[in-house]
Every structure is written in structure tokens, then in C-alpha cells.
């Protein structure tokens, strides 16, 4: 079992930036794939951005690429994700999820461990 917690959100203005944190305890010998999904009110938890269990390889959704980054640290079991020039539309619940595996995944359905979330608010 692998548990999962979110840190960094809040509330910024657009233009600014934040830092999430996601710090992951128990099980973590294993290779994991980590991954940051959102999920805005009545709109459906979509993906934000992935990387492989190395840190070698990200993949990113299309509204932020460019703006955002994530990056991991191993030897503290924790991911991050960089967020730069936030815009309105980046408010949203943000989820870290772990996979078993060592590919780059995309997906919802390939990640079995879950945080509780993290509210990103961007005032315009």
C-alpha cells in the first residue's frame, strides 16, 4: 500500500505561481509511476501530467504544456508540480496518483493510489 499526500495548493492570482507537493509513504520499494490529475466543479477529473518512475521521462496534457512541470525527488518519495502562469481555467481540485509500473501513463484507470487533493484557485 502506498498513501499519498497533497500539499501547495491555494489561492493565487493569474499570472502567478505555485509549487505542489506530493509526499508518498509505505510501500515505496516499488517502481512507481506518479502522475497530477484535476478535477474543476461539474467538469470530469482530467490529466495534468505524468513522469516515469526514473524522473527521465513526462508527458503533459495540452492546456498545460509549457506552463507547467512536474519533477520527482526520489530519495524524499516525493513529486512535485510546478505551475506557472496560472490562468482562471488552472481552478480545479489537483490529485496525485501513483501507478505500479515503469512506463508514462495518461490514464485514470492505470493508477491504483490516490491522494485526498489539493484546491488550486487562480483569481482573475
Known amino acids: 500500500q502506498v498513501q499519498l499526500a497533497e500539499s501547495g495548493g491555494g489561492l493565487v492570482q493569474a499570472g502567478g505561481s505555485l509549487r505542489l507537493s506530493c509526499a508518498a509513504s509505505?510501500?515505496?520499494?516499488?517502481?512507481?509511476?506518479m502522475g497530477w490529475f484535476r478535477q474543476a466543479p461539474g467538469k470530469e477529473r482530467e490529466f495534468v501530467a505524468a513522469?516515469?518512475?526514473?524522473?527521465?521521462?513526462?508527458s503533459y496534457g495540452d492546456s498545460v504544456k509549457g506552463r507547467f512541470t512536474i519533477s520527482r525527488d526520489n530519495a524524499k518519495n516525493t513529486v512535485y508540480l510546478q505551475m506557472n502562469s496560472l490562468k482562471p481555467e488552472d481552478t480545479a481540485v489537483y490529485y496525485c496518483a501513483a501507478a505500479l509500473g515503469y512506463g508514462v501513463y495518461r490514464t485514470m484507470s492505470a493508477y491504483g493510489y490516490w491522494g485526498q487533493g489539493t484546491q488550486v484557485t487562480v483569481s482573475s
Open positions: 513522469i516515469n518512475w526514473s524522473g527521465g521521462s513526462t
Open positions: 509505505g510501500r515505496t520499494d516499488s517502481s512507481y509511476a
